[in-house]
């Protein structure tokens, strides 16, 4: 039983900051997520396989998408790089197992659970509030929930899921979580309100 | 007589006569209705007067009708908040506003910079090139400051904008630009097919100049079909209109920016959380340009001065505002249009007469005034103006084309002139990306032709001066854009209304009144009004040489700055071709530039100041360090602790007693910032031998190897250790600097050139958080923290790893040293960082432990002659330079650089090598960057041999050290250079190892 001062102590890089009543949507950390990195080759069939032996899902091969089966979802980075995201109590396992079941096989499985900062933003105006920050064409019909995609957001790179119509996660590296939550302070600040075009 | 601007007793159809607004202007207390923008509400107090010109500072007043206007302009908004230079024709007036003139001193009507304008004389175009030529040194010290002080328009504001301002991407199918009836019906044509439609107009209130035209669409007049127009807009989801926003500028790939005054107009957003002004960043699938035609002044003698406006702007200030320009005036023109402002005058029971320069005008609208009894001089013009700060009267004497001077001529008194010379189509967004101009005789001006981007003009900014055409062509272009977006885009089935309108006259260009006296002189004849250039000043460029219009341009500043020749390009143009002979199209036209108007430096700005500027890169013990006191230093985007100065110590105090602690006890060091890659695959270990100058494939499972990185050229570009986590598994370890670059790279060989190899590169640097724990007692301090392994230096040797736990963290510890000393790198998961930190601090208490900085960590490695890439090394040092040769693999058949290492000059003589320095006085520290030369002369210049790359005072060795590259450096050990300072005093130094302490490594393993 290690002393109590020796008891690892959990903080999330927005853990300081407060949530802010002064903004039109709702933003808030999402600090109980879990993710993985996952490389690996869309052809190479013993590979998918055994992703899928993991996760229950087809990796998505289609760029810009997502697929989810229970808590897990898994979003596609590039033609060889998902970031899969879980709870966050299930990571390691879940990265221990996936590790197990590709040994042999060319890939490479991360637990980067520490190593971006989520940020959530929820409401009516949450595509808007991003479109102050990035060149994406939000209002239009190529993002419904599911598309996951990197943007440069203000001044960060930085992952956009849409996870649902009014609902978006905002993933930026940990050590710029401080300066996004800033900027989307400042952006979704109560009376800056843009009527922007309604979707198609 | 002499009547006074003044507010009519009826009428003013944007003016609410119950709603008194009352506001500033140069310190006057006003007041105006709501609906009044700052030009009509000040001319309806009775002030004509709104500034004084650039260069004589004539005085002035206002001319224009919207962001034409070149005169009035003026500075509103008190302290951070004032923005200079903004047309008054374009500022709405709100309880509380604070507006100046400007470019007088000390007041408006008493200015003494108008002395300029009696040398007038001598200060013809170009005259600053010509006279403050000599003495050179002149210009910097006296004449240019002087210059600038009497020249120019506004003050900026000094103090900081407390304001908040926002940008804002948007995508739009159809983006029309100008909410007048052409662009409202195009929109809608657009629209109908739910393709999303952005409009955007510069104005409070959209319609354009609906008001202001002849002809009645259907049963009423044009203007009656806007408020239908835009209810229907409004009511469609695609479509949104961004009023009081103006369209600054067109860019490839139709990119067009809008800057929109959000709460200029109205204090109480700003209250409420709006942003000042927001810069809309637009991507555009077509663009319709419906901005319209700006009215052109004419050029006669002393055309500028107060009381002479342009006609549009006249007719619209009594329509709109009631405002009456004077109580008798004279409407000077050389096309029917400005007969409507002669209606409107007579109607609002102004006297006023007409002067048509055209011999025998037969449109519909000269028939009229002729059979209303107007007073009609035709083939005349207006020769003079008499008055200064307000017209008094104008002296109308008979005009054939070509004609030099005037012979006859008759006075008139009056107190107001509405010129009008004509149209010209707006162009400036047309021009900015490319689109061709062709020259319409017919307008006399230019017209949109051909354009490589998805853009189309419409209406009177594509020359269509009839009500009727406009309407067809909006409602064709609208569906036509659509279309051209999507092909299946449905039509919008709008049937046109029938219009009414007067046939037109056509107009006969005038370029030039001519004047009384021998080559008209003592008169000015205005063309640029807002740079004071005038028609002498364009005949004196051409007799100068200045054939080019760019040139002419340059010269006289016809056409630059805030204005971008609005009003001014045709009728310089027309009095060019004149001068020369030549046709306009001949002569060609200047280049138009973004922005149409000017925008605030806010806007440009955005969100992304103060906090917001740069993005700042926090570990995660940043709120420790700064709690702690720490000062920081920039690494790249992140801050690092630099040192952390105790209540009343000095920095080098607190450098010294870190350096210190680590050398004797054990401290503490946030290296969170060093890049972490993770490496994986059958050909991990191969990659690495070709990416890295040394081998890595030999090395041991749970050992770490320090490698160099160079480029193809055989530079070094990285360094750090590396880690073999299983036989096809490393962990990378990169500079701080270098993480992203170094990552990249990586992918980059993998993906282009090496794409044989089976290996993923995984950047993991904000995974984990790292610190070293160094000095002799940090084994001690470990074993307090509870480790799950052998910390014993036989089972844990200097350069080994291991994965376990600390208490209750996870861990990854290296065995690996930058200080020298006994030294541990313990990596735990970001998140429980800052936990594990504190419990490194509690463990090391009795020990002494304390955090160290940066530049104790440079201090300390120095000491030992370890290299830091970017100091030691400038992108043309090699690992021979600075004498790493070890660690350059001769067997291995190729890596990055290899080939480049042999090439004559990387290995010839004389290359600067690394070498450590002592002075010769131990408390000589030599500058960073100070150079060595082979002889010391009395001055400059001295032929250099080198110079320093590092250079401290090491408490360790209590004397100072330095690092430098030395040509030849390494066979010159015991050699003693010399190092010229600033202030002449000369450093020597003695060439030693760059190893200063603890040169057998005992300390490391111990």
């Known amino acids: ?16 900051r407060a949530t802010s009543d002064n903004t039109y949507v709702s933003m808030r950390e999402i600090s109980e997520r879990g993710m993985i990195d996952l490389r690996g080759l869309a052809t190479d069939r013993k590979f998918m396989v055994a992703a899928k032996s993991i996760l229950g899902l087809d990796l998505p091969k289609q760029p810009r998408t997502s697929a989810s089966w229970g808590d897990v979802k898994v979003l596609w980075l590039s033609p060889d790089q998902w970031l899969i995201t879980c709870a966050r109590a299930k990571a390691q396992a879940l990265a221990d197992d996936m590790a197990t079941a590709l040994a042999g096989l060319h890939a490479l499985c991360v637990n980067v659970s520490d190593m971006r900062a989520v940020i959530r933003l929820e409401g009516e105006r949450s595509r808007e509030v991003v479109m102050k920050g990035a060149t994406l064409d939000l209002t239009d019909g190529n993002y419904p929930p599911g598309t996951v995609r990197r943007m440069l957001f203000a001044e960060v790179a930085a992952l956009l899921h849409v996870v649902e119509d009014n609902v978006i996660d905002i993933y930026v590296f940990r050590s710029f979580a401080d300066y996004a939550w800033e900027f989307l302070l400042k952006a979704a600040r109560k009376g800056s309100e843009v009527a922007v075009l309604s979707r198609r | 007589m002499s009547g006074k601007p003044h507010r ?89 506003l604070a507006a100046v003139s400007q470019n007088r001193w000390p007041s408006l009507t008493f200015d003494v910079g108008a002395f300029n304008n009696k040398l007038s004389r001598f200060l013809p175009g170009g005259f600053y090139y010509k006279t403050f030529m000599w003495p050179k040194s002149f210009w910097k010290h006296v004449y240019e400051p002087a210059i600038r002080k009497a020249a120019g328009l506004g003050r900026a504001a000094e103090e900081r904008d407390p304001d908040a301002y926002e940008h804002m991407h948007i995508h739009a199918d159809v983006v029309v630009v100008g909410g007048g009836i052409a662009g409202l019906t195009a929109a809608e044509a657009a629209a109908a097919s739910g393709l999303r439609v952005l409009v955007i107009d510069e104005n409070a209130a959209l319609g354009g100049i609906a008001d202001l035209v002849a002809g009645r669409i259907g049963d009423g007049c044009v203007a009656d079909i806007v408020p239908a127009l835009v209810v229907r807009l409004n009511a469609m989801g695609n479509v949104h209109i961004l009023a009081r926003t103006t369209a600054i500028g067109h860019y490839h790939h139709n990119y067009l920016m809008a800057a929109e005054r959000v709460a200029d107009h109205d204090p109480a957003l700003l209250a409420a959380g709006a942003p000042r002004h927001r810069l809309w960043k637009i991507r555009a699938g077509h663009i319709i340009l419906a901005t319209g035609a700006l009215e052109r002044p004419i050029a006669f003698a002393n055309n500028d001065r107060p009381g002479i406006m342009l006609a549009s702007a006249v007719r619209g200030l009594l329509a709109r505002q009631a405002v009456a320009p004077g109580s008798t005036g004279i409407v000077f023109t050389n096309n029917d249009d400005a007969y409507l402002t002669a209606f409107a005058l007579k109607s609002a029971g102004i006297a006023v007469r007409i002067v048509d320069s055209r011999q025998r005008p037969d449109g519909d609208l000269v028939t009229r005034a002729v059979t209303e009894g107007f007073d009609v001089s035709f083939g005349s013009v207006i020769s003079k103006v008499e008055g200064t700060f307000a017209v008094k009267a104008a002296k109308i004497a008979a005009y054939r ?9 008759k006075r008139v008194a009056c107190d107001f002139i509405a010129m009008s010379g004509g149209f010209n189509p707006v162009l400036h967004l047309w021009c900015h990306n490319g689109g061709k101009i062709r020259f319409d005789e017919q307008l006399a001006s230019f017209r949109p032709d051909t354009h490589a981007d998805a853009i189309t003009a419409i ?33 919008s089935k709008i049937k046109p209304q029938s219009v009414e309108e007067p046939k037109r006259g056509a107009l006969e260009p005038l370029w030039f009144a001519p004047a009384t006296g021998g080559y008209n002189e003592g008169n000015k004849h205005f063309i640029d009004f807002q740079n004071d250039v005038t028609v002498a000043d364009l005949e004196l460029a051409q007799r100068e040489g200045y054939e080019s219009v760019e040139h002419t341009k340059r010269y006289t500043t016809l056409g630059m ?9 045709i009728n310089g143009l027309g009095v060019l071709s004149e001068a020369t002979g030549k046709a306009i199209p001949e002569i060609g036209t200047t280049t138009f530039r973004p922005p149409y108007t000017p925008y605030s430096f806010g806007a440009i700005a955005g969100a992304l100041t103060g906090k917001l500027f740069l993005p700042v890169r926090r570990t995660p013990i940043f709120q420790w360090h700064t709690d702690r006191g720490a000062v920081f230093e920039p690494v790249g985007q992140w801050r690092r602790a630099y040192t952390y100065p105790a209540l009343g110590e000095d920095k080098q105090a607190a450098i010294t007693r870190e350096i210190l602690c680590v050398r004797n006890k054990v401290g503490l060091l946030d290296a969170s910032t060093l890049g972490k890659i993770e490496i994986k695959g059958p050909d991990a270990a191969e990659f690495l031998d070709r990416v890295y100058t040394n081998t890595f494939s030999t090395l041991k499972m749970g050992k770490c190897r320090y490698g160099l990185m160079m480029n193809e050229l055989g530079f070094l570009t990285d360094d750090g250790v590396t880690v073999r986590l299983a036989d096809d598994h490393f962990l990378m370890h990169t500079t701080s600097g270098g993480a992203d670059r170094i990552s990249a790279w990586l992918e980059e060989w993998l993906q282009t050139e090496w794409t044989q190899y089976k290996v993923f590169v995984t950047p993991v640097t904000e995974q984990w958080a790292q610190f070293a724990i160094a000095g002799p007692k940090a084994r001690e301090v470990l074993a307090r923290l509870e480790p799950d392994f052998d910390l014993s230096n036989e089972a844990f040797p200097h350069m080994s790893f291991k994965a ?57 490695r120095a000491e030992k002659g370890y290299i830091v890439i970017g100091d030691e090394t400038d992108g043309t040092t090699t690992p021979f330079d600075v ?110 190892s760059t190893v200063f302490y603890d040169q057998d490594g005992g300390r490391i393993h111990a």
Do not use: C
């Open chain 2, 459 to 491: 209406g009177a900014a594509n020359g269509t001066m009839s009500v009727a055409e406009t309407l067809r062509e909006a409602l064709a272009t609208g569906e036509a854009a659509a279309k051209s977006v999507n092909a299946r885009a449905k039509a």
């Open chain 2, 8 to 96: 009519l007793a009826e009428g003013g159809s944007r003016i609410d006569r119950n709603a008194r607004v009352s506001f500033t202007f140069d310190g006057r207390q006003l007041s105006g209705f709501a609906g009044d923008t700052l030009a009509s509400s000040v001319m309806a107090s009775g002030q004509r007067l709104f500034g004084r010109s650039f260069k004589y500072h004539r005085p002035r007043g206002l001319v224009g009708l919207g962001s034409e206007e070149m005169n009035a302009l003026v500075g509103v908004g008190l302290a951070g908040r004032h923005e200079p230079n903004l047309r008054a024709t374009q500022v709405e007036i709100h309880d509380g």
């Open chain 1, 1 to 16: 039983m290690p002393n109590t001062w020796l008891e690892s102590r959990f903080e999330t890089p927005l853990a300081h």
């Open chain 2, 883 to 992: 004498g790493l040769s070890g660690l350059v693999s001769k067997k291995k058949a190729d890596f990055l650089g290899k080939r480049s290492l042999e090439q004559a000059y990387l290995k010839g003589p004389n290359r600067k090598q690394l070498v450590g320095l002592l002075t010769d006085d131990p408390n000589d520290v030599l500058p960073d960057g100070a150079y060595a030369v082979r002889e010391v002369k009395d001055k400059p210049p001295m032929e250099m041999i080198g110079q320093v790359t590092s250079s401290y005072l090491s408490p360790t060795l209590g004397r100072s050290i330095a690092m430098a590259l030395i040509e030849n450096g390494h066979a010159r050990m015991g050699e003693l250079i010399s190092f010229p300072l600033e202030g002449g005093k000369v450093v020597k130094a003695k060439i030693t």
């Open chain 2, 401 to 409: 084309k070509g004609q030099g001077r005037v012979i006859t001529e």
């Open chain 2, 804 to 860: 376990g736990r600390l208490g209750g963290h996870p861990v990854r510890v290296f065995r690996i040293s930058f200080s020298g000393e006994q030294s541990y790198e313990v990596a735990t998961p970001a998140n429980l960082g800052q936990g594990l930190w504190d419990a490194i601090i509690a463990a090391g208490r009795d020990f002494g432990i304390e955090p160290y900085g940066t530049e104790a960590l440079h201090v300390l």
């Open chain 2, 561 to 569: 700055a805030t204005d971008q020749g609005k009003t001014s390009n």
